[in-house]
């Protein structure tokens, strides 16, 4: 069955992408966070120079979930991406916790990345003579080192850089595709550029001495020892969820069968190497506790010594999470859209532009949302937020392809992943998919822990915000979502 008859395509959205245009969406969306903003944090508190594994761990782990993304979107090219796949395997109500999570995903991840994004620029003003206001680029929520460990305070401060940055990347991709694809392509060039050279310039003025120890002992809970790696690598999970942004554009593929995967498993590959090979360098640089910052790149940038160098280097930065808020706004409003053409959300989320082929109201709308939070809440509260749902949401993308794979034996065509598997009483369970579901479930423990750890030390904002945020879906499905669900199917 060719891309252009497929039954499973949604109708209104446009058949404009090929695999070079999928590949620069992982990567756009891929190579950002992870390397400019949450490597620093990885290291500094959990892994130390170890955090090169963590990358790797986190890598393989995504590499597994990606598979299964590759079969189930080359044979149902829909957009909602995982949304979409656990619609038709598991029903409505599962459905709807993946996408209320994914909702919560897409939304933190951009408000991690804007407020990334001030940070570099604050950084990047700095070399020119320019000292950007505490007050308007600092989060209204800050964590204090204190004499038991870090805690939370309120600042009195605003994060409007972030804020402004995170409205901005809505506003371009409401302008519609073909825009916003021209604009990522040339920053997502920019960005590979520039880190490439960060990479080959660093390397010539590491410190091997900062390698040592390559991996800390430990001092306690998750800090250092194979402890923080797990945790580390529990944290950088999320820095690889752009291959989920290739999913939800699917449906806007001319070829999902060849060009899905492609996108998928070649940006993964891609930005896998860039990563361990960027955290390998600044580790070098840069004593690993000292690398709780917004903005490491620009950090190790400084101490290199080339005025010249690191105000190019910042300005490589700002690009590359630029592209990522761009390719996370895309897949955001993708999901919604799909969620509202079901029914589980207002029907504002699937409305498009007459002429640009946008969500345009839906993009707005959601970059709206992750401006509260970026002028609000610190990088570390996000990050823990996000890599707790996208676990769960890995784990059930892979139960849907065992789903599909049991109730389809035969079926033929498309993408498959390697390795086999095996049927019993029925139910085919794959290697790729198993290994999927215990590598998202491996991830998960050391944040849940964490999590729980903070809350009985007294932090309780992030077990109060996953709390809320849990109660408010639950009430919105009940009493919304599920009755006009159930209304359009019948």
Not at 201 to 224: C, H, I, K, Q
Not at 260 to 288: D, H, K, M, R, W
Not at 388 to 409: E, H, K, N, W
Request: proline content about 6%.
């Amino acid at each position: 069955m060719t891309a252009s008859t497929s039954p499973n395509r949604t109708p209104g959205l446009q058949l404009g992408l090929g695999w070079g245009s999928l590949l620069i969406l992982g990567v756009a969306q891929i190579l950002g966070a992870g390397v400019y903003v949450l490597v620093g944090t990885a290291a500094s508190l959990y892994a130390g120079p170890a955090v090169t594994l963590s990358f790797v761990i986190a890598g393989f782990a995504c590499l597994l979930v990606g598979l299964c993304y590759a079969e189930l979107a080359s044979n149902m090219p829909e957009s909602g991406s995982a949304y979409s796949y656990c619609r038709h395997t598991l029903g409505i109500g599962p459905a709807w916790a993946l996408g209320w999570l994914l909702f919560l995903e897409f939304s933190v991840a951009a408000s991690l990345l804007a407020v990334g994004f001030s940070g570099y620029f604050a950084s990047l003003l700095a070399d020119m003579g320019i000292a950007l206001p505490a007050a308007i680029s600092t989060p209204a929520i800050q964590l204090l080192p204190g004499s038991t460990g870090k805690s939370l305070a309120v600042s009195g401060h605003v994060n409007l850089v972030a804020a402004g940055a995170a409205l901005g990347a809505g506003a371009i991709v409401a302008l519609g595709t073909s825009r916003s694809s021209l604009a990522n392509a040339i920053l997502v060039v920019v960005k590979v550029l520039v880190l490439a050279s960060f990479i080959v310039v660093g390397a010539t003025a590491v410190d091997p001495g900062n390698w040592s120890p390559f991996l800390p002992p430990n001092e306690g809970g998750f800090r250092y020892g194979w402890e923080g790696v797990a945790r580390a690598a529990a944290l950088l999970f999320f820095a690889f969820l752009g291959f989920e942004t290739v999913s939800t554009a699917a449906a806007e593929t001319r070829n999902p069968q060849r060009d899905v995967p492609i996108g998928i498993l070649g940006s993964l590959a891609i930005c896998a190497t860039l990563y361990v090979l960027a955290a390998i360098v600044l580790t070098g640089l840069i004593p690993f506790r000292e690398l709780d910052v917004p903005d490491p790149i620009a950090l190790a940038v400084d101490r290199i010594g080339w005025p010249q160098f690191a105000v190019v280097i910042k300005i490589g930065a700002l690009a590359g999470l630029a592209s990522v808020l761009l390719a996370n706004a895309f897949g955001h409003s993708r999901v919604c859209y799909a969620m509202s053409r079901d029914g589980l959300l207002p029907d504002v989320f699937a409305r498009l532009h007459p002429s640009r082929n946008s969500l345009w109201i839906a993009n707005l709308l959601l970059a709206a949302l992750a401006a509260v939070n970026a002028a609000l809440l610190p990088i570390s509260v996000m990050a823990d937020l996000i890599s707790f749902g996208v676990a769960f949401m890995f784990a059930m993308v892979a139960i849907s392809l065992i789903r599909v794979r049991s109730a389809q034996p035969e079926r033929s065509g498309g993408f498959h992943v390697p390795l086999g598997g095996v049927r019993i009483g029925g139910v085919w369970f794959g290697v790729v998919p198993v290994a999927a579901i215990v590598m998202s479930f491996a991830m998960t423990l050391p944040v849940a822990l964490d999590i729980a750890q903070q809350a009985r030390s007294g932090d309780l904002l992030p077990i109060v915000l996953l709390g809320a945020y849990a109660a408010i879906g639950a009430l919105l499905y009940r009493c919304y979502g599920r009755p006009r669900a159930l209304r359009r199917v019948a």
